[in-house]
């Protein structure tokens, strides 16, 4: 049973243009939400968070919005580089708990 | 240190080895996790310690895995008699909050780059 989904394995996008990554969630108990992005090689790096009493969350390029009543959240990049390119996880954490779980990611891929 | 660091990088073993999978966490950081990532699927909770504690071992798969950190910082994680469905990358995270710190707040981690096992 995945209670958070990523249903997009991968997106291209071309440079300057918004990135949209989608992440939908079926525990109504999650109350923090990050996203994480994940170069090969390398650990999955926090990008941006958003508690579930919030909307939205703005920090440079990236904002994640949250509905609530549809479960869903989302990371906009704007403009989208090159550098952007990656695995991008979402995940959630149950109020008073310690352990987020994470989607299966989206490789998105910024042509130049 | 200044980030999470894991040791080995890769490591190949032959089915039925057992292998130990090393964690260094930010020092200082209370709160110690692993993760299981399998090809193409998300990081996959094993286990959590908070300082020496071992609070939740609830997504170990099986008795052959064992995790430990023994005096609250470097921590391991072994897997006895290794089998070929073992074979992912194994993911090391810290955070400076622990359960029920009153600032918790989101509680971010910061993971390791990970350890690959490959099982032949």
């Known amino acids: 049973d995945q209670q958070v989904k990523q249903n997009s394995p991968s997106l291209s996008v071309q440079e300057g243009r918004i990135s949209i990554l989608n992440c939908d969630y079926t525990n109504s108990m999650f109350d923090y939400f990050l996203w994480y992005k994940k170069y090969p090689a390398e650990g999955p790096t926090f990008l941006i968070s958003i508690s579930s009493i919030k909307d939205k969350n703005e920090d440079g390029r990236f904002t994640v919005f949250l509905n609530k009543s549809a479960k869903h959240l989302s990371l906009h990049i704007v403009p989208s580089q090159p550098g952007d390119s990656a695995v991008y996880f979402c995940?959630?954490?149950?109020?008073?708990?310690?352990?987020?779980?994470f989607g299966t990611g989206t490789r998105l891929k910024v042509l130049a | 240190g200044a980030g999470v660091s894991q040791s080995p990088r890769y490591k190949v073993a032959k089915r039925g080895q057992d292998v130990a999978l090393r964690c260094d966490p930010i020092s200082g950081h209370v709160s110690l996790f692993w993760y299981q990532q399998a090809l193409g699927q998300g990081p996959e909770f094993l286990t959590y310690?908070?300082?020496?504690?071992?609070?939740?071992k609830s997504g170990l798969p099986s008795d052959r895995f064992f995790a430990e950190r023994p005096e609250g910082s470097v921590s391991t994680l072994k897997i006895q008699r290794t089998q070929q469905e073992d074979s992912a990358v194994y993911l090391c995270a810290s955070s400076s909050l622990g359960l029920g710190s009153p600032s918790s707040g989101a509680n971010v981690l910061t993971f390791g780059a990970g350890s690959r096992l490959t099982v032949l």
């Open positions: 310690f908070q300082n020496e504690a071992q609070l939740d």
């Open positions: 995940a959630a954490r149950t109020s008073g708990t310690y352990k987020y779980i």
